[in-house]
């Protein structure tokens, strides 16, 4: 049974940085694609960023240039670095592993002064 679990939430400020974490069990992030999604409060899930079992990555436009996704296989974790945080990158961020698969419960990234 695949298990996801997000950490590193939390409250900061615009123009701060957060790195998001999600470890797992029940899945093999080096032979499969992971993302992050996030959900912002009255809106819809929306798809964040992608890393592939190759390593190769896409970004969604609003957080291209900001955001990295990322992975340790020794740890068989995927990472979210986020920089330059706006208020608008308030939202609940979901693993979601396989690609399209399961996901975590969230954590929650407020960005406000």
């Known amino acids: 049974q695949v298990q996801l679990v997000e950490s590193g939430g939390g409250l900061v400020q615009p123009g701060g940085s957060l790195k998001l974490s999600c470890a797992a069990s029940g899945v093999i992030f080096s032979t499969n694609a992971a993302a992050w999604y996030r959900q912002a409060p009255g809106k819809q899930r929306e798809w964040v960023a992608v890393?592939?079992?190759?390593?190769?990555?896409n970004y969604a436009d609003s957080v291209k240039g900001r955001f990295t996704i990322s992975r340790d296989n020794a740890k068989n974790a995927v990472y979210l670095q986020m920089n330059s945080l706006k208020p608008e990158d308030t939202a609940v961020y979901y693993c979601n592993a396989p690609y399209g698969n399961y996901w975590g419960k969230g954590t929650l990234v407020t960005v406000s002064s």
């Open positions: 890393i592939r079992s190759s390593g190769s990555t």
